[in-house]
């Protein structure tokens, strides 16, 4: 180990130590019941051995809860009757309340979930309007520590971390949502078949609990979602990064959205920590940045901040080398927000320079904007 990764180690164990001050209260109901939603394989066995059953019955388990979707034991028709009363007794397949649901015009659906402490969560289903699919953006935090200066969610103090039974749970009430579970004649979800961890939050400030919900989804044997349909979004919890690439491999989205260290460090204060330089360098270490599994950088275009030519032109110098898409993201505005999105032309022409330099550069059209559920608009009323 070199001093560096003893660093990094240690800078690791200090963001571990307070995410763990904002840790989710246990996921148990008043009358005792345990929930068995985001318990990792090995606690599902240890919470069945407590009732004296063997390890083998959770592959069951497991597939009536994330394959099928199944919240009542009594619908488990492979378990036998005394099985499922035993089950009900001492545990719950719960999900979070939908305090709100709104549908945009636009079909992009947002939902305000409350969870069991009050805290409420928001999260987004956005369509993809040319096939029948779409992607889930999931919530990681209930506020966030950072302040974007651009970003809703910014002016929400932390109120705690989401566990893995949140998390999870935001996914699943989604697809209940829309029926999305496979029928039985084994018709297989299609709607909800995306996640993108760019809700409420920082996902690499509370790494454990996005960790252990991100296996539980993409485990084989429930919901089954392949890591290439999986993108987690930071704004550059530099060693994180490497964390989150050696153990999940999931798609990495970077909110890059300045080019100088000046400017990042007044939009987005936590390059003041790890600056732009450390930030490119763990894009370039990251292990799943291939030509097939491409970094995305997300640059908010800010009308008059971020936008010239010549900013566009040092991004370009800036990722050189890097397997990588550039996701232009207009500024969607908030109430009381300080920006004003770039103006069309302008925002054309910084794409079409980052194109020339042979970076794909996606314009993301605003979704669910008139029920601000679009990108950076989110924010509950949660306190601590
Ligand atoms: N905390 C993570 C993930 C959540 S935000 C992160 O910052 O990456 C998802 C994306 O929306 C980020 O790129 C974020 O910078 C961007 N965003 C925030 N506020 C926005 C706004 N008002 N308009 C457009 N994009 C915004
Ligand atoms: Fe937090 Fe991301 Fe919003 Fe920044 S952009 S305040 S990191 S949620």
Redesign the pocket.
Known sequence: MTHADDLSELERTRIMAKAALFAPPPQVLADGRRELVGLSREEMAAALAEIGEKPFRIKQLWHWIYHQGATDFSAMSSLSRPLQERLAERFVIGRPDTAVVQTSDDDTRKFLFRFRDGQEAETVYIPDRREDRGAV?LS?QVG?T?S?R?????TQRLARNLGAAEIVGQFMAARDSYGEWPSPQGETPRLLSTI?????????YNYENVAKAMRIVMDGEGIALSRRRIT?????VVPMMDRAGAELGVGL?????AVTDALRDEI?PLNRKYPIAELLAACRRYPAASNARRITF????LRGVNDSEAEARELVRLIAGIPAKV?L??????PG?A?L?SKREQLMRFAQIVMDAGFASPI?M?RGQDILA?????RTESRR
């Open positions: 953006c990681s966030c950072l974007c651009f970003c809703h969610t910014g993108v961890l760019m809700g409420m939050g920082e996902p690499l987690l979004s930071t704004s550059g989205a970077v909110s890059l959205h987005v997300e640059y908010v275009m996701n993201i207009p500024f969607n505005p908030w927000s920006y999105p993301r605003p679009a990108c950076g608009q989110l």
